[in-house]
């Protein structure tokens, strides 16, 4: 499994990758591996201001729906439209093309409480 330094990762298994105040949110690799093949991402937020661990939107895998929680509060600025007709990136490339929101940070600095990847790693077994 990979586990990108440059990230963080929240309990609940997403990932946050901070550029100046917005940020990309994604599942990690072991979460989209537990869930299996990603048929649908549904994001209902978008241009929404939600709080650090609010469901921002679901993912569906063919035996399974999870909610999505928000790693560190902001706006949702956009869902990434590639998903619309190819939800699997988030199987195949889940740190890259596989990225679910953009949010703009309402305090960039909540993201400092979050695991890093050797914590991340810890929590799960790896």
Known sequence: MNFPENLKYTADHEWI???GDTALVGI??????EL???VFVDVTSEGETLSSG???GNIEAVKTVSELMLPAGGEVLELNPALADNPALVNSDPYGEGWIIKVKLSDPAEVNALM???AYKAQIGA
């Open 36 to 38: 299996g093949d990603i």
């Open 116 to 118: 890093d990847a050797a």
């Open 54 to 56: 609010e469901v921002f």
């Open 17 to 19: 990758k901070v550029e």
């Open 28 to 33: 990690t690799d072991y979460a989209q591996k």
